[in-house]
């Protein structure tokens, strides 16, 4: 059954009316095609005045739908040949994020992503994507043997954080983001990252550190999550509207801001109604972006990827 978030309401009640029409038409005992088709324009008419004045906290909503593509959508639809590589030669493996070699449109590639999972069984594996210390040092152990054998890296973000626990944090969580930033700067091959779906704090930055940052047009990326920045400020997560709105988290925003490169639009409804679509073109976008990269000698590609995290935030004197 098809999750539907509370702003969604009115479309499923008309789609239910549809489904019910339908199953009316196929009987053969009565023609309501002209019913159905009416209705059917009705409820893209509402889908799409619903998403084009979607609020930040409804943006926050989509970005955290569960039926959105995971970064394995994408690894087994843009990816062949993918194959998994785990643990951080050091203390283990942490499923919450995935990587590993493949091919993209006929070039080598390290690919790395958070992983929240689709189901309860899966979610629990992958610690609702919410990496601990083991999760970032296997990404920059990754990133490593990208700059090794010259493969571009491309990561796909998608975590509400790194993992909160006390065992995470005796086990060194921000030294672990922290050197997965400091790999992310050092090497020489191109990275690309597109944010999925969810982007927050440090748990996404530490593979976000990208000469291109795409992201979808309904996803969000943030230094905190509107319920946490909301208890800080107001002492209570009731706030967290106010808190979406106050954080500058959508796609729009962070465009304006530059800290984005590229918006992703998608499909009616979002990347949750049409999966293979988004896919499709996240992957044409990743290919446009990568093939002037692929022209640049190594040096020129990290001191790009430096530079433009130096430029954020810098203040324009008139």
């Known amino acids: ?3 539907t978030l509370d702003f969604e309401k009115p479309i ?24 159905v088709k009416r209705l059917q324009e009705k409820i893209d008419k509402l889908i ?4 084009q004045t979607l609020t930040p906290w409804q943006k926050v909503q989509v970005a955290r739908h569960p039926e959105r593509p995971h970064t394995s959508d994408y690894i087994s639809t843009l990816f062949t040949d993918f194959t998994a590589l785990a643990g951080d030669r050091n203390f283990g493996e942490d499923e919450a994020i995935i990587g590993g070699l493949a091919h993209f449109r006929g070039h080598p590639v390290v690919v790395i992503g958070h992983e929240k999972g689709k189901d309860t069984e899966l979610r629990i594996k992958h610690n609702f994507g919410m990496p601990r210390p083991e999760g970032y040092r ?7 043997l990208a700059d090794r054998f010259k493969l571009p890296i491309m990561t796909f973000v998608d975590t509400a954080g790194a993992h909160p626990a006390i065992e995470a944090e005796e086990r060194g969580q921000s030294e672990a983001i922290a050197r997965s930033l400091e790999v992310s700067a050092a090497v020489k091959v191109p990275i690309l990252t597109t944010i999925i779906g969810e982007g927050g704090s440090g748990g996404a930055v530490a593979l976000a550190f990208a000469n291109v940052i795409i992201m979808l047009e309904h996803s969000v990326y943030s230094v905190i999550s509107p319920e946490g920045c ?15 709105a106050a954080l500058k988290l959508t796609a729009q925003d962070l465009k304006e801001l530059g800290v984005i490169d590229t918006i992703i639009p998608e499909p009616l409804g979002g990347a ?5 679509a988004t896919i499709q073109t ?8 990568l093939k002037p990269l692929l022209a640049l000698k190594g040096s020129v590609v990290r001191e790009k990827r430096r530079a433009k995290f130096l430029a954020m935030g810098r203040m324009k004197v008139a």
């Open 12 to 35: 499923a009640e008309l789609e239910i009316k549809l489904a019910e029409l339908r199953l009316i038409s196929t009987s053969g005992e009565v023609n309501i095609a002209a019913e």
């Open 272 to 276: 949750q109604r049409d999966p293979q």
């Open 230 to 244: 909301a208890s800080i400020l107001w002492r209570t997560r009731d706030e967290k509207e106010k808190a979406a």
């Open 48 to 51: 799409k005045k619903s998403y």
């Open 282 to 289: 996240v992957g044409n976008a990743l290919e446009k972006a």
């Open 138 to 144: 296997k990404a920059a152990r990754l990133m490593q």
């Open 1 to 3: 059954m098809a999750i």
